[in-house]
């Protein structure tokens, strides 16, 4: 009777124990990519990075960029997402976009025109202290 | 090193802004003074070459990259206050036009970079000019890289620390002071190189037509 008993208590212990395995299911599903580059095109890569559902202050997906600064992760089933990556020295971004979902195609990213920005700026700097250059000549005029 | 938008806690940047305010007051004051016809041009093209060297990534061992600031010329040709407005202008423009630094974040990247960078330039180069004023120059400007380096080293480590939820995950940005002190530090001991080597350039051709203010 006591090794019944036994017996039993034993197979009791099974299905936590089962509990352990971890199972796996290969699907093949749409993912986001989200390319991360330094002002002169160099990869943001190996950085953390976590992404966020509208409204949810809980990570929806967390992980590393790839060697091609590449975040790619499962997007919530609707809203904004949050993407935020760091890097340890300060670098990295925080920004707020709606993802392509299953059957939709990436709006074609905006192309960076870098030089005509830096000439913009450039050229917002120089009338600005040229603004100032007329105010300075015409305190000094009597 | 210019901290963009969702890295800082409102608990920094706000007293941030108010110190910069200040600052940026204190910086104005008496602007009519200093200001003439001949200085003015020079600050243009001084200022417009700050904000194109922090747009110009040169590669650092390591595999990193980084920029020089332009903050000790400015400091030393024009003064603190001047180059603290001067470069809190390139700060904001590189902001609104590259994301290279966010709007929250705008006030500790001027007093890091604009304020304590200068005013470090402008103490090391005052301190040092009489042992060698070559040596000053270059001093003052691998100090101006370096110190800022390490305030923004500490605005970012103690994140963590101070804005977190109540399990301690943090709500900012996510490396605490081991990580971001090495990290920030080490490339910007490369980078203060690269400034120094430049500074002293422009110092010659500055000092040759008569321009230094420090």
């Known amino acids: 009777m006591k090794r019944r008993l036994l017996l039993c208590w034993l197979l009791a212990l099974l299905p936590p124990s089962y509990a352990h395995e971890v199972h796996h299911a290969v699907a093949a599903q749409n993912a986001v990519s989200v390319r991360l580059t330094f002002a002169d095109g160099q990869p943001f890569a190996f950085e953390a990075f976590e992404v966020y559902a509208a409204g949810s202050d809980k990570p929806h997906a967390v992980g590393r960029t790839d060697a091609d600064g590449r975040a790619v992760f499962l997007p919530p089933s609707s809203g904004e997402v949050r993407l935020r990556a760091f890097a340890a020295d300060g670098h990295g971004v925080d920004l707020k976009f709606d993802p392509p979902r299953a059957g939709e195609t990436a709006a074609p990213a905006a192309s960076e025109d870098s030089s005509s920005k830096l000439v913009f700026g450039a050229g917002l700097l120089l009338a600005l202290f040229g603004l100032i250059q007329l105010f300075v000549k015409r305190k000094k005029t009597p | 090193m210019h901290i963009p938008d969702g890295f800082l806690s409102p608990q920094t940047y706000l007293p941030a802004y108010a110190a910069a305010g200040l600052a940026w007051a204190w910086a104005a004051r008496g602007l009519r003074r200093t200001l003439d016809e001949e200085t003015v041009p020079r600050l243009a093209a001084m200022t417009a070459l700050a904000y194109g060297l922090g747009l110009v990534m040169v590669p650092i061992p390591g595999g990193s990259s980084g920029h020089a600031?332009?903050?000790?010329?400015?400091?030393?040709?024009?003064?603190?206050?001047?180059?603290?407005?001067?470069?809190?202008?390139?700060?904001?423009?590189?902001?609104?036009?590259?994301?290279?630094?966010?709007?929250?974040?705008?006030?500790?990247?001027?007093?890091?970079?604009?304020?304590?960078?200068?005013?470090?330039?402008?103490?090391?180069?005052?301190?040092?000019?009489?042992?060698?004023?070559?040596?000053?120059?270059?001093?003052?400007?691998?100090?101006?890289?370096?110190?800022?380096?390490?305030?923004?080293?500490?605005?970012?480590?103690?994140?963590?620390?101070?804005?977190?939820?109540?399990?301690?995950?943090?709500?900012?940005?996510?490396?605490?002071?081991?990580?971001?002190?090495?990290?920030?530090?080490?490339?910007?001991?490369?980078?203060?190189?690269?400034?120094?080597?430049?500074?002293?350039?422009?110092w010659r051709f500055a000092k040759a037509r008569k321009w230094c203010a420090a």
Do not use: C
């Open chain 2, 69 to 202: 600031l332009g903050v000790a010329m400015l400091a030393l040709l024009f003064g603190v206050r001047l180059a603290f407005l001067a470069y809190s202008l390139v700060l904001a423009l590189q902001s609104l036009l590259f994301g290279a630094g966010g709007i929250t974040a705008l006030a500790v990247n001027a007093l890091a970079m604009g304020l304590a960078g200068s005013a470090a330039a402008v103490l090391a180069f005052r301190g040092l000019r009489r042992l060698n004023e070559t040596a000053a120059v270059a001093a003052a400007a691998w100090l101006s890289v370096v110190l800022p380096g390490l305030l923004v080293a500490l605005a970012l480590g103690v994140q963590p620390l101070i804005a977190h939820k109540e399990d301690g995950t943090p709500l900012f940005f996510p490396f605490g002071l081991s990580i971001t002190l090495p990290a920030v530090l080490v490339p910007h001991f490369f980078i203060g190189a690269g400034e120094a080597v430049l500074t002293v350039l422009v």
